[in-house]
């Protein structure tokens, strides 16, 4: 406590004390303690003192024998804090041997967030190649901190690939509560890895909605995520319901466009493809999607022709355009145009 409230406590305790004196004085009250043959009989204020001096000296004899182990009990304290701090420090300096048996030391102490210390003691038990000792932390960092566990459990599965299993564990440890946004973005990884990215594309929006988030990674992972969807359309029907599905904002984004582009050859849905890759060159020039939108193979009522010599004017130095008229031209089987235009591409760079 610190001086000006102890001067404090201490002067209302001595006005409390004097007030209960005066009136306790002012009474005329007589206890008497008999024990055995012994008769003992005091005025009320000097029994009130009495007790009062007995129980400071009660309390004064426990505080005493407490000493020891509250001081015992301080430096276990401290010899953990400082165990953590160099394990930390030892982690940082490419030291994972001493590094871990610090932490593992620090985690032993009630004192000590267990979780946070078993988890750096794994990073370096990993850091140093000691199996084992990750096997042995892990176990016990489940019995601290389940969700912590799986988290990290989940992370190491996907480092190795492992897909399934990092769900099975996520999904277990969401049972009953809410995975923070680093269980969500681990979940949405697994989730893509396994071919059902259109189920992680919703939990981008949870992600947004938490404060101090990467928005410039967000977007990256909500464009990776969308092409995924694409890419992993095993139907024409499925492709095309999931493209209408996604947001214009990511139906305008080269990788998408290029993702559908490829699927749709592959599924033999190209005019859709092409009309949505038309439509998305005349909102706003991208080389890339114009190269894909010339790739996409023929179709019956294949316009694509005209529509790219409709761009050549304002473009006529686009190497992905002029490669992509000259494919157009091939497919319409115009041989004489199409080189011409290819001899224009290679001018370009293409």
């Known amino acids: 406590m610190k001086l000006f409230p102890a001067l404090l406590l201490g002067l209302l305790i001595a006005l409390l004390a004097g007030f209960g004196w005066q009136l306790l004085r002012e009474q005329d009250g007589l206890l008497v303690l008999q024990w055995g043959d012994t008769l003992v009989s005091l005025r009320a204020e000097v029994a009130a003192l009495a007790w009062g001096l007995a129980t400071v000296l009660l309390l004064g004899l426990v505080a005493l024998v407490r000493l020891p182990f ?66 042995a932390h892990r176990m016990a960092l489940a019995k601290a901190d389940p969700l912590v566990a799986a988290l990290e459990q989940s ?39 396994l071919g059902r990215a259109d189920e992680a594309l919703p939990m981008v929006a949870r992600l947004r909605s938490e404060r101090g988030t990467d928005a410039v ?6 464009t990776r995520l969308a092409e995924s969807s694409l890419v992993d359309a095993q139907e024409a029907g499925t492709l095309l319901i999931r493209w209408k599905g996604l947001p214009p904002a990511l139906r305008a984004q080269s ?18 493809a092409a009309q949505a890759l038309a439509d998305a060159v005349d909102a706003r020039w991208d080389e890339d999607v114009v190269a894909a939108f010339g790739a996409l193979p023929g179709f019956v009522g294949d316009e694509r ?8 004017a304002a473009h006529s130095t686009s190497p992905a355009l002029l490669l992509a008229l000259g494919r157009l031209c091939r ?20």
């Not at 990788?255 to 859709?272: D, K, M, T």
């Not at 022709?305 to 050549?312: G, K, N, P, S, V």
């Open 331 to 350: 497919g319409k089987a115009l041989p004489g145009k199409a080189e011409t235009y290819f001899h224009r591409a290679i001018a370009q760079g293409a």
């Open 217 to 222: 990674a967000l977007a990256a992972l909500e």
């Open 305 to 312: 022709l005209a529509r790219a010599e409709a761009w050549l």
């Open 255 to 272: 990788p998408v466009l290029v993702a559908l582009a490829r699927r749709a050859a592959a599924l033999h849905v190209e005019s859709q």
């Open 155 to 193: 992370a190491a599965w996907l480092a190795e690939d492992r897909a399934l299993e990092a769900l099975a564990s996520l999904d277990t440890a969401a049972a009953g509560t809410t995975l923070p946004p680093a269980g969500v973005l681990l979940r949405a990884e697994a989730l893509a890895r």
């Open 70 to 135: 509250r001081a015992v009990r301080k430096y276990s304290q401290r010899l953990a804090r400082e165990r953590l701090s160099n394990g930390l420090l030892a982690l940082q300096q490419g030291r994972p041997e001493r590094a871990e048996h610090l932490l593992a030391l620090a985690a032993k102490r009630s004192s000590i967030d267990r979780a946070a210390a078993l988890l750096h003691a794994i990073g370096a038990a990993r850091a140093a190649g000691l199996a084992e000792r990750v096997r």
